[in-house]
């Protein structure tokens, strides 16, 4: 049988309804207890990535790493941090968009080079991975895993003769994608690097004197980091002894940081580039409620992590906000899934009803996002038995109709539901009463930013990509999107 420490192990796919991230990255540069700081931080960057987790510690110019398949408690253990130790730190937690789900593709990556080690963690995805593979195999490098993320380490270990400040913006000038990097060298060095749209968040910290890196602020006030700033889009940061030195990097002509971020992706006690992430999601929710009244006895999320929105929702329409359904928090990913004449099961054992609660009702329900819609059908129909009068539904984003090209796992047109259906026949199909989205102008609107349109991707909504990969998905910007 395989287990998580079999190179074959596959993690068990479920047929989830909502798109899941693809990694969380952090980093610290020289702290005594930096193997135990980098796993509270991986601990409150779970959210981003639940297939592996890692941690590579520089000592005494070696890089030593654990890492293992499953949740960061299920990783490590006390002696796995007590023998990693202090020094410099990074880490990473993963969910796979590209690679497969194998403990061979976990990272941190650590690779030896000319007697030197180096290690990175990413979180993104390099659009240009296929044709920079095929360079590098042709050149002789031999890979070790099936993702995309090695192959920053290949291209920086050509370029370290010229220096390690040339050999990192030499690197990053041949990727094109999403890229939030953390990296750790021989010497000790932490490194932060973001692409030149900004597209994944990273934000530097400080603590107790040493610079901290993380995904998301949620994991500074964990190990109660300062938080200090957002990276710069295109920027590199070096944290050394001397402190943390930046090197501005190519940027983009605007930003294109991934709005659903904010919708669904980050943690609500995040901030990121100076916007709390549940206040924005409770003004998308006000925001929804403008463009989309509708008489109800009460508002609910659907399930739990539509909350912040609906409360928005509330606030706005004056209609109170129940918990009219309640999730089960110890589901874990060995839950064996239902035979198909139990499949009823699988949805009741994650969320059941409040009977008292819902009974003679009319509803909103106000969902995060519907991608898949493999659950929401069941969902509302159970709500139907239950007695529910009237179901409206509420979606606190546009409806996805293109895919994710830039680090999220759906990446193909054929996995959204809204790409095949219009808002009306998805009413039907999900056996509504009533069923809007909130429109993009309302979400940037909302999102309270200045030029919204200057600082958010937003692709999946309107197919107008900011990084081009493929001529088609271009083409259908300019016939769907705009
Ligand atoms: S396409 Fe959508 S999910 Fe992907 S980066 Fe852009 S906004 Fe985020």
Redesign the pocket.
Do not use: D, L, M, Q
């Given at each position: 049988m395989a287990t998580d420490t079999d190179p074959n192990f596959q993690f068990p796919v479920s047929n989830f309804n909502h798109?899941r991230e693809a990694c969380g990255v952090f980093g610290i540069y020289g702290h005594p207890e930096a193997a135990q700081i980098t796993y509270f931080g991986l601990y409150a960057l779970q959210h981003r990535g639940q297939e592996s987790a890692g941690i590579a510690v520089h000592q005494d110019r070696r890089i030593h790493a654990h890492k293992g398949m499953g949740l960061v408690p299920d990783v490590f253990d006390a002696a796995h941090l007590a023998e990693l130790g202090g020094g410099s730190a990074i880490g990473h937690v993963r969910y796979s968009t590209t690679g497969g789900s194998i403990l061979v593709n976990a990272q941190p990556f650590v690779v030896q080079h000319r007697g030197r080690f180096y290690a990175v963690g990413h979180n993104g995805n390099l659009v240009n991975a296929h044709i920079l593979r095929a360079e590098l195999e042709a050149a002789g490098s031999i890979f070790q895993t099936t993702g995309d993320s090695e192959i920053f380490l290949h291209l920086l270990v050509r370029n370290l003769d010229k220096g390690l400040d040339p050999a990192l913006r030499e690197t990053v000038a041949r990727l094109r994608g999403?890229y939030s990097f953390v990296a750790l060298t021989s010497r000790g060095e932490v490194i932060g690097i973001k692409d030149p749209n900004g597209?994944?968040p990273l934000c530097v910290g400080r603590l107790n004197g040493s610079f901290v890196l993380a995904s998301e602020s949620c994991a500074l006030d964990l190990i109660q980091a300062e938080y200090v700033r957002e990276v710069a889009p295109g920027e590199i940061v070096i944290i050394d002894e001397n402190g943390l030195r930046s090197i501005p990097g190519p940027r983009a002509d605007h930003e294109?940081l991934?709005?659903?971020?904010y919708i669904y992706?980050a943690r609500p006690d995040s901030t990121i580039r100076d916007a709390n992430v549940y206040l924005m999601r409770k003004a998308f929710g006000r925001q929804l409620a403008l463009e989309s009244p509708v008489p109800a006895d009460l508002v609910m999320p659907f399930p739990d992590s539509g909350v912040y929105a609906a409360i928005g929702y509330s606030e706005a329409s004056g209609i109170p906000f129940e918990m009219g359904m309640i999730r089960n928090h110890y589901v874990g990913r060995t839950f064996i899934q239902p035979t198909q004449s139990m499949r009823d099961f699988g949805v009741r054992v994650k969320l059941n009803p409040v009977k008292e609660v819902l009974r003679g009702k009319d509803i909103i329900i106000v969902e995060d996002s519907i991608i898949r819609g493999t659950t929401a059908r069941t969902r509302v129909r159970t709500l139907r038995e239950l007695g529910v009068k009237k179901v409206h539904m509420r979606i606190s984003c546009p409806p996805?109709r293109?895919?994710?090209?830039?680090?999220?796992d759906?990446s193909t047109r054929g996995e959204l539901i809204a790409a095949g259906k219009s808002v009306s026949e998805l009413k039907d199909h999900l056996g509504l009463d009533s069923l809007h989205y909130l429109s993009i102008e309302g979400m940037l609107a909302a999102s309270g930013v200045d030029q919204p349109d200057q600082v958010?991707?937003?692709?999946?909504?309107d197919g107008c990509?900011?990084v081009d990969f493929d001529a088609d998905l271009t083409k259908d910007c300019m016939e769907i999107g705009q």
């Open positions: 798109p999403a597209f994944r294109s991934c709005i659903f971020e992706f996805h293109f895919p994710c090209h830039y680090g999220i759906f958010f991707c937003k692709a999946c909504f990509y900011p």
